[in-house]
């Protein structure tokens, strides 16, 4: 049983490390590449289970609000306008202050 969780978890991180490197060779700055990317490729890699859970309850929050939005005769509910604004506000935080 351990060594299924250990393979599972390893597979994980060399898939999400070898992704994370190829999004990062794809994605770096022309002008001022970073230095070492393939480092925060690694343990952004071990990370990954973390990454998995916060994905799933970003999935959940949006499916409750959905339901909320479908539930109520109110287009914008209070919740789903501040989610909406949280949104926002994380998405260009540069533009916000």
Same mark, same amino acid.
């Given at each position: 049983?351990?060594?299924?969780?250990?393979?599972?978890?390893?597979?994980?991180?060399?898939?999400?490390?070898?992704?994370?490197? /190829? !999004?990062?060779?794809? *994605?770096?700055?022309?002008? !001022?590449?970073?230095?070492?990317? /393939? $480092?925060?490729? &690694?343990? !952004?890699?071990?990370?990954?289970? /973390? &990454?998995?859970?916060?994905?799933?309850?970003?999935?959940?929050?949006?499916?409750? *609000?959905? !339901?909320?939005?479908?539930? %109520?005769? &109110? $287009?914008? $509910?209070?919740? %789903?306008?501040?989610?909406?604004?949280?949104?926002?506000?994380?998405?260009? $935080?540069?533009?916000?202050?």
């Amino acid at each position: 049983m351990l060594s299924t969780v250990l393979s599972c978890y390893l597979l994980g991180w060399v898939l999400t490390t070898i992704g994370l490197a /190829l !999004a990062v060779g794809k *994605l770096n700055d022309r002008v !001022a590449p970073q230095a070492h990317p /393939l $480092p925060l490729a &690694v343990a !952004a890699g071990a990370a990954w289970p /973390l &990454v998995l859970l916060g994905a799933a309850q970003f999935a959940i929050v949006v499916i409750v *609000l959905n !339901a909320i939005r479908r539930r %109520t005769d &109110v $287009p914008r $509910p209070a919740a %789903t306008a501040e989610f909406d604004e949280l949104l926002a506000a994380t998405a260009y $935080p540069c533009t916000s202050g």
